[in-house]
């Protein structure tokens, strides 16, 4: 049992190298998993993409007609706090390393939504959903609006049916929808409790329309059984659709109002904060 240099050699190695190991072993294997994803859908034309560059580059750039899903990696500002981060002190140095994330943008063109439904379906560390709408081309009676308002119902009633269809007890996890309204830079813009208001109103005549059409292909409102899932939005898929309807199924929908471009140069803080609350 006397100590040999060779086992004093040998020990002194096994202690330095098996934390070194250790360290580079689970290194890789927590890089190699996704960075939290939040993703960016909405109509045409809504700032998507204008929004998407913003948030990489910090700054506005011509944009592009987006064909297929473009993803971009960025941080979150050292100044928007996490939900983290809110028992942290303020001096903490922790509070300074900037947090990635991805951004995903999808085309908002009709034919090429299918790119969205699957990214919702199939998520990678998905953290919430933002939906662009233009709140200057968002009038009460408009096609636009028509528009705004099917696209986020079918978003709605995807994650509503991710919920209700999860096997576990627990359901799936909180999945919240940012509805950022953009373009207030515009004088016709309509601010953001508009928005809210027209939105639902809209999705109520777009639910009441597709039971209307469930109905009519004869499937009753009343043949979902036990451990179906729902085809209409909602409780029951009556009456007036309201956002705070989601929460039951855990899709929290905030809607904020923001610019990506502008005079007096973009507004887009608010957006940044409800990101830095589900990272
Ligand atoms: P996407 O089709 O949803 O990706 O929309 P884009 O990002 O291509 O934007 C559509 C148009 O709206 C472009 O001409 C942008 O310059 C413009 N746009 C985007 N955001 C704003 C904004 O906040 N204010 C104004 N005035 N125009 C914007």
């Known amino acids: 049992m006397s100590p040999t240099p060779i086992a004093i050699i040998v020990s002194i190695f096994l202690v330095l190298s098996i934390p070194l190991l250790l360290h580079l072993i689970i290194y890789r294997t927590s890089s190699s998993i996704t960075l939290p994803t939040f993703l960016i859908i909405g109509p045409s034309g809504s700032g998507k993409t204008s929004l998407l560059t913003l948030f990489e580059r910090g700054e506005h750039a011509e944009t592009r007609t987006s064909q297929a899903p473009f993803t971009v990696e960025t941080s979150l500002p050292i100044s928007t706090s996490t939900a983290s981060s ?21 085309p ?3 034919k090429l939504r299918h790119h969205a439904f699957e990214s919702i379906a199939k998520p990678q560390n998905l953290k919430g959903i933002i939906f662009a709408v233009d709140a200057a081309d968002i009038s009460p009676g408009t096609d636009s609006l028509r528009q705004a308002a099917e696209y986020l119902h079918d978003v709605l009633l ?21 509805v950022a309204a953009n373009k207030l830079d515009l004088f016709t813009a309509l601010p953001a409790p ?19 059409g469930l109905l009519d292909s004869g499937v009753g409102m009343n043949d979902a059984g036990a ?12 009456g007036k659709f309201d956002f705070s309807q989601m929460e039951e199924v855990n899709v929290p929908v905030t809607v904020v109002g923001g610019n990506v471009l502008g005079g007096d140069g973009p507004d887009v803080k608010q957006w940044w904060d409800w990101i830095g609350r589900n990272l």
Do not use: C, F
């Open 86 to 106: 809110k028992y942290r002190s303020p001096n903490d140095p922790s509070n300074q390393v900037h947090k990635k994330l991805l951004l995903a943008d999808t």
């Open 108 to 110: 908002g063109h009709g």
């Open 158 to 178: 995807l994650l509503q049916k991710r919920s209700t269809g999860s096997r576990s007890s627990m359901g799936p996890k909180e999945l919240p929808v940012l």
């Open 194 to 212: 508009l928005v809210k208001t027209a939105l639902e109103a809209e999705i109520t005549s777009v639910r009441s329309s597709r039971n209307k």
């Open 227 to 238: 451990g179906e899932e729902k085809e209409w939005l909602g409780n029951r898929g009556e």
